[in-house]
């Protein structure tokens, strides 16, 4: 596989101004902001485009460097020459979601109507509203069909959202770590994360952006608590255990005597860096209101009736954020619909975030079937 990242192209485009994006809140927005990457080139047909979507912490910068943190792209390891997702056969796009902080439009943009940034004058989104926003993408580039769409996490349920809402638009999906709905205990984590963010002084209700302070430690909080559930209790006692950071003995204070808080306080303070706090609010919540179950009559199977798109559906043991149980129930789901589905379950301690690391028998398995579906579709010999 090649160590190079691929050559990105990191564009801003203006949508739905002929056809306004109505959100399921009720609430309509004239022109959106969609800020994306792509990698690659797309063939004459238009049929070698795959659809990354990001998680709840993610942006654009799927395979490129990050603008504000300077850092790689956050699956640099499956995009590009001759890795899983690779840039010299497929045209890889990747779109900061709606409601995000990187260019897209969201609660840190600017309210034509006062010519202030919305805050929370932003309507609430949904998983749905990312998705329709995505397929206002999808027009503008005019690619009929997505060849794939996948993505983990909250990238996963895009995928399925994208697989129900508009299935002849998707050729193949490709949902990794995810849940068909969110389950109780992970909007127990996210109330957690926005009550440290709103009970910041600095939040201001909100309206923090003229300020020359923001919430950062309250999104750092929040941050800190997220990140325990990406990973298992086996990849922490790997990493720290109960190392002491820099030291030989016990402070006897609150100073981060263990690796573990050291850490952690590391993965908050670099946070608050590339966020906006009221976008993690926002992305969140959109995450608890994702129920593909009660948006099809209670059947999960109704939201895949009459499907025509392939599916590979990838889980991982260790994930308890989003436990094989919750993606099993997603196959069940599609054998009942007659979908064509595979299932693998990887063996991995590296918990929920396994899907961003080096997990080869993903690799495999994803390769594996992009390649079987290229060639259903025409795109290999």
């Not at 959106?32 to 979507?53: F, P």
């Not at 796009?93 to 902080?101: A, D, E, F, Q, R």
């Not at 994208?162 to 992970?186: E, G, L, M, T």
């Not at 952006?209 to 929040?222: N, Q, W």
């Amino acid at each position: 596989m090649s160590i190079n990242p691929p050559q990105s192209d990191n564009q801003t485009v203006i949508l739905g101004k002929e056809t306004p994006l109505k959100l399921d809140c009720g609430v309509t927005l004239e022109a959106i902001n969609m800020a994306y990457c792509t990698y690659g080139t797309l063939n004459t047909e238009k049929t070698n485009a795959i659809l990354v979507c990001h998680a709840l912490t993610g942006d654009q910068f799927a395979a490129s460097r990050q603008p504000v943190t300077g850092k790689s792209g956050w699956w640099e390891i499956m995009i590009g020459p001759g890795k899983v997702l690779d840039t010299d056969k497929y045209f890889i796009v990747c779109s900061n979601v709606l409601g995000g902080c990187m260019g897209t439009t969201g609660p840190s943009d600017i309210d034509p109507k006062t010519g202030k940034p919305f805050g929370l004058y932003f309507p609430i989104i949904t998983i749905g509203d990312m998705v329709r926003a995505q397929a206002l993408l999808q027009d503008y580039l005019e690619i009929e069909s997505w060849f794939s769409v996948i993505g983990g996490s909250m990238g996963g349920m895009q995928t399925l959202q994208w697989a129900s809402a508009y299935p002849d638009r998707v050729f193949s999906a490709i949902p990794i770590a995810c849940a068909a709905r969110h389950s109780a205990q992970n909007i127990a984590f996210h109330e957690v994360g926005r009550q440290a963010v709103m009970a910041d002084p600095n939040w201001q209700s909100g309206d923090y952006y003229a300020s020359d302070t923001k919430p950062t430690a309250g999104l750092a909080v929040a941050r800190m608590a997220a990140h325990v559930t990406y990973l298992s209790e086996a990849a922490l006692h790997r990493k720290f255990g109960r190392n002491l950071q820099d030291r030989d003995n016990l402070t006897y204070g609150f100073d981060a005597d263990f690796q573990v808080e050291s850490y952690l306080r590391y993965q908050g303070i670099n946070f608050v860096d590339r966020f906006d706090a009221n976008s993690y609010l926002y992305i969140t919540r959109a995450m608890d209101y994702f129920d593909l179950v009660e948006d099809n009559g209670g059947a999960l199977a109704n939201a895949f009736e009459g499907t025509k798109t392939r599916f590979c559906s990838v889980s991982f043991t260790s994930d308890w954020l989003f436990p094989t149980s919750e993606n099993r129930d997603i196959v069940h789901a599609l054998i009942a619909a007659a979908a064509n589905v595979s299932f693998v379950e990887v063996e991995t301690d590296k918990g929920h975030d396994a899907f961003l690391l080096d997990t080869p028998e993903m690799f495999k398995t994803i390769d594996g079937f992009l390649q079987s579906s290229a060639k259903s579709r025409g795109l290999m010999s």
